[in-house]
């Protein structure tokens, strides 16, 4: 690892999902492993689950809005991605996936992809039915990420989705999000 744990910092994206949930135990990992974590929700994360519960785990402000007023940060889309060693954006959704593929920046979190510098990696774990997984807009969306070294995906896993059927839409563990997450940061 480039520095140790307690001088790194990971920005936690979290989109609408009902994967969001799993995303606590991510902070937890992150947190009591030593790293700084903030946390932006999109507004559709917030329809999942609560911003305070991710400030409690993260012991730090959770980011909703591009245009709310924090007394630590100028201008919030820059002053996160200056602070962030890396971002993680688990569950990645359908929507925010192909937003950032296609640079559209209409909420807080796809501006802050937007202004991290050449060398900041961004690790997206997709979770989203296996429809919109095999959907081939999605996939070309996935192929142009992928095309630019900074990205990486972690495909999603096979099992039972949200709605009720079996197939490959999963977020993948979050075990093996966290390893994948410190690997890149070696």
Same mark, same amino acid.
């Given at each position: 690892?480039?520095?140790?744990?307690?001088?790194?910092?990971?920005?936690?994206?979290?989109?609408?999902?009902?994967?969001?949930?799993?995303?606590?135990?991510?902070?937890?990992?992150?947190?009591?492993?030593?790293?700084?974590?903030?946390?932006?929700?999109?507004?559709?994360?917030?329809?999942? #689950?609560?911003?305070?519960?991710?400030?409690? /785990?993260?012991?730090?402000?959770? =980011?909703?809005? @591009?245009?709310?007023?924090?007394? %630590?940060?100028?201008?919030?889309?820059?002053?996160?991605?200056?602070?962030?060693?890396?971002?993680?954006?688990?569950?990645?959704?359908?929507?925010?996936?192909?937003?950032?593929?296609?640079?559209?920046?209409?909420?807080?979190?796809?501006?802050?992809?937007?202004?991290?510098?050449?060398?900041?990696?961004?690790?997206?774990?997709?979770?989203?039915?296996?429809?919109?997984?095999?959907?081939? #807009?999605?996939?070309?969306?996935?192929?142009? /990420?992928?095309?630019?070294?900074? =990205?990486?995906? @972690?495909?999603?896993?096979?099992? %039972?989705?949200?709605?009720?059927?079996?197939?490959?839409?999963?977020?993948?563990?979050?075990?093996?999000?966290?390893?994948?997450?410190?690997?890149?940061?070696?």
């Amino acid at each position: 690892m480039k520095k140790n744990n307690k001088n790194l910092n990971i920005l936690l994206g979290i989109t609408g999902g009902i994967a969001s949930y799993k995303s606590c135990e991510l902070v937890r990992l992150f947190v009591r492993s030593g790293f700084s974590v903030k946390v932006i929700m999109t507004e559709a994360a917030i329809k999942f #689950i609560t911003p305070l519960v991710f400030q409690e /785990l993260s012991q730090n402000p959770v =980011y909703l809005d @591009m245009f709310s007023l924090m007394k %630590e940060d100028n201008i919030q889309h820059i002053s996160l991605s200056q602070w962030t060693d890396m971002c993680l954006i688990a569950p990645a959704s359908a929507n925010t996936l192909s937003k950032i593929a296609c640079g559209i920046c209409d909420n807080l979190l796809t501006t802050v992809v937007a202004a991290l510098g050449q060398s900041k990696k961004v690790l997206l774990a997709p979770a989203m039915n296996e429809n919109m997984w095999k959907n081939p #807009i999605i996939g070309d969306n996935v192929k142009k /990420l992928k095309a630019i070294k900074k =990205y990486f995906i @972690m495909p999603p896993e096979k099992g %039972e989705l949200a709605c009720g059927l079996y197939g490959e839409g999963r977020m993948p563990e979050v075990k093996d999000i966290y390893s994948k997450t410190i690997s890149l940061l070696e």
